[in-house]
């Protein structure tokens, strides 16, 4: 990890192994969609499955490590890119040459990190170390405590803004990824470019309907 | 044409400068900014002032040598065009014109809009070039490479090593110069035996200078007078990746 190139591949690969998992965890969130006797059962089965198969308690490790590393270098990265500007211009009109989600992935990341924070802690840390009520399956009912989380209005506009923070680090970020890695040649340009648009779009849309629908649905007489 | 310079003004690399104001009364729109420059300095010569030093040399925008920050971008502000290139008309009478030198990464100013650019030599010296004597220029047709690649490799040795990339990169990385000169030979059949070590031996170079990390955000080919494209960088990010790979 001793040279610029060799950390933006970390980067790059604790970044498309996360995006990786979010598609995985869109896609486990739209049985919340499902219709409610049904969504509970089935989310609570999932959720059990999710924190006690062998295979995915693996994953799950690595993508801890990932989180972790993708932070860490994220801020290692930004101190040394800082030094390196040399403070600037006093009279700077460099902004105008690229888009400012390219230039502020450090800030939207950020925005990420807090919401990881209390994303864990209101769902993961309740799930793994709290005493949530079992459904009839017997089962622990994390599917009452979602439900009850996006009944807040606070909630739910502090899910959106953090959605669309990750919608613009992705907007950027996954097509940086591959061009980091070096993967992307002239013939698949294109191609990498607008799916990692088509892939950020589909994430971010996905991420934000869910709780809203889950508002609608559950806390609308 | 009458203008208001706000020109960096700076003894030497120990002392701290400052923008220091100047009006400027008969500019004609046909002056190079150079020109211009040149314009001022005759004045401040005749009044017993110091004059303002630049970098400059071929001033028919191949050389690479000037490069000064105008108005907030790096070449000022038309596109794919360098300092010397650049003429008084795409001003107007009554402008503020705000002229800092290049920063960022190794690059230290000597004095006035003067920088030291060295560093790029040292990248250069660290792999940028084919060892053994590969004769004049052969007859293109003999070359085993079709006209595409051969054209392609070209586009990436038309970068003339100026630092417009350095000084507009947020993070003062010189990924869009060491890019082009690794792409360069990379592509060519006489720099194919010697690319590993070459990307290797630059890029260790590049990060030894303090350079920063490329984030792709690209706006290094919006101000590079010679248009050198961002795909240099994906090429040696590629050349990098296999050559820790086989090595
Ligand atoms: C934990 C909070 C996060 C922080 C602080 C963070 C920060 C960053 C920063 C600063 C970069 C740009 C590096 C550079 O410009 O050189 C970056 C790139 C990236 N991030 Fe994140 N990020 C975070 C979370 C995420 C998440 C959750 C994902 C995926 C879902 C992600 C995916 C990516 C990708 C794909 C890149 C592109 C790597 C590249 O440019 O080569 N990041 N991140
Ligand atoms: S002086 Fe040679 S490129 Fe401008």
Redo the contacts with the bound molecule.
Sequence with gaps: MNTTLAR?NL??LT??F??LF?VVHLVGNLQLLLPPEKAAVQFNLYSKFMTSNFFIKVISYLLYAS?VL??VY?LV??VKNRQAACGGYAYDRRGTASPWYSRY??IL??V??LF?VVHMKDFWFEYKFGSLPLDREGNKDLFSIVVESFGQLWYLGFYTVAFIA?GY??LH??H??F??LGIYPRKLSNFLYYSGIGLTLILTVGFIVIPIFVFFKYHMP | MKLKLKIWRQLNANTPGKLVDYQLEGVEEDMSFLEMLDYLNEKLILSDERPVEFDHDCREGICGTCGLFINGRAHGPLAGTSTCQLHMRSFSDGDTIYIEPFRGGAFKVTRDLKIDRSAFDRIIMAGGFISTPVGDAPEANAIPITHDEAESAFDSAACIGCGACVATCKNGSAALFTSAKITHLAKLPQGKAEAQQRALGMIAQMDAEGFG?C??TKACQVECPQEISVTNIDRMNWEFNKAKVLK
């Design positions: 933006k980067m790059a970044g498309l996360l995006c979010l989180i993708h932070a994220a990265i930004t992935m450090g990341g950020t990420i990190l990881l990750l680090h992705l970020g996954v940086s990824a061009k980091t | 990390h984030s792709n």
